[in-house]
Nanobody, 115 residues
Framework: QVQLVESGGALVQPGGSLRLSCVASRSNLFTTYTMAWHRQAPGKQRELVASVSGDSRIITYADSVKGRFTISRDNAKNTIYLQMNSLKPEDTAVYYC???????WGQGTQVTVSS
């Protein structure tokens, strides 16, 4: 079973940037799996933010973050990233690193966008 650990969440002002990281441990088949970021805001459903295929050839984004967020992965480091630019208050949420095929989830990292 893969273990996913996120980091990088913080309090940031509107218009600011953050980069989230997620390290996958015990991941012999890490390169074969699509990885994703989900988020959940208070009182809201969890939503898929972005995903990246094992070879990085297929990348998807939610419409709400397209053009502002960038997902990437470094398979040599067993790590995925979410670069978040032009942050808005509505981006405030707990962000989770996920491996959808195995239904593995990280513990989450809090992102708060507020002035």
């Amino acid at each position: 079973q893969v273990q996913l650990v996120e980091s990088g969440g913080a309090l940031v002002q509107p218009g600011g940037s953050l980069r989230l990281s997620c390290v996958a441990s015990r991941s012999n088949l890490f390169t074969t799996y699509t990885m994703a970021w989900h988020r959940q805001a208070p009182g809201k459903q969890r939503e898929l933010v972005a995903s990246v295929s094992g070879d990085s050839r297929i990348i998807t984004y939610a419409d709400s973050v397209k053009g502002r967020f960038t997902i990437s992965r470094d398979n040599a480091k067993n790590t995925i990233y979410l670069q978040m630019n032009s942050l808005k208050p509505e981006d405030t949420a707990v962000y989770y690193c996920t491996q959808p095929f195995t239904d593995a989830w990280g513990q989450g990292t809090q992102v708060t966008v507020s002035s």
